[in-house]
């Protein structure tokens, strides 16, 4: 039954070889040529003007709402339509209270004004 796991640790291994050797490749083979400008910090091309613990307008977290209620619906949506057919009137039932969660988050990000621009 282990064996059924090695194509997985495998992948994980991999993975985890070429995410150190590339940074490490790149850190040891790479130019070093630092000058002034390139030290300097910057926010989108210019000097930064106010403090980076300034706080957010609502409207970033509404956003960030948005995408996960999207994200969390396309993820278990293709599984679900995938097995549809062996999971029965059991899973139809579950997904669509699952889906009917994400049409609440969906209406309350409509009803706060996220999907309008200024």
Do not use: H
Request: hydrophobic share 60%; glycine share 8%.
């Amino acid at each position: 039954m282990l064996e059924n796991y090695f194509p997985i640790l495998l992948f994980i291994i991999i993975g985890l070889a070429i995410g150190l050797i590339m940074p490490i490749l790149g850190f040891f083979l790479g130019t070093r040529q630092p000058d002034p400008e390139k030290n300097s910090p910057y926010e989108c091309g210019f000097e930064a003007f106010e403090d980076a613990r300034m706080k957010f307008d609502v409207r970033y977290y509404l956003i960030a709402i948005l995408f996960i209620i999207f994200d969390l619906e396309i993820a278990f949506l293709f599984p679900w339509a995938v097995v549809f057919k062996d999971i029965g009137l059991f899973g139809f039932v579950a997904m669509m209270i699952f889906l009917a969660i994400l049409v609440i988050g969906f209406a309350y990000e409509w009803k706060k004004g996220a999907l309008e621009w200024e």
